[in-house]
């Protein structure tokens, strides 16, 4: 089982900008970032396919965030800036261990994930 782990989470002020990183023991096809606010649920994020070519970016974040993939390392990053503070989540990496015709924003086919990493930010 390939395990997924994210690094990077923490305290912003509004405005300000977080990294966001995810090491796969091995390396994964599509991969993306997921996030759930207390009370909410998960939302899709971003999310980068095998060789990083296609992405998508959900509404609320596009031109803000950007994921990006290293295969030589089996990593997958997000970066976030202009931070708000309906951003504040726990933010997850998710990624498939095949090959799937799903579109990228497909969350039912994703089936490794990661635990889970806190952003927090503040007005």
């Known amino acids: 089982q390939i395990q997924l782990v994210e690094s990077g989470g923490g305290l912003v002020q509004t405005g300000g900008s977080l990294t966001l990183a995810c090491a796969a023991s091995e390396r994964t096809k599509a991969a993306g970032w997921f996030r759930q606010a207390p009370g909410k649920e998960r939302e899709i994020v971003a999310a980068?396919?095998?060789?990083?070519?296609?992405?998508y970016y959900a509404n609320s974040v596009k031109g803000r965030f950007a994921i990006s993939r290293d295969n030589a390392k089996n990593t997958v990053s997000l970066r976030m800036t202009n931070l708000k503070v309906e951003d504040t989540a726990v933010y997850f990496c998710?990624?498939?261990?095949?090959?799937?015709?799903?579109?990228?924003?497909?969350?039912?086919?994703?089936?490794?994930w990661g635990q889970g990493t806190q952003v927090t930010v503040s007005s």
């Open positions: 998710a990624a498939r261990s095949v090959l799937l015709p799903d579109a990228l924003d497909q969350t039912s086919a994703y089936d490794l």
């Open positions: 980068i396919n095998w060789n990083g070519v296609h992405t």
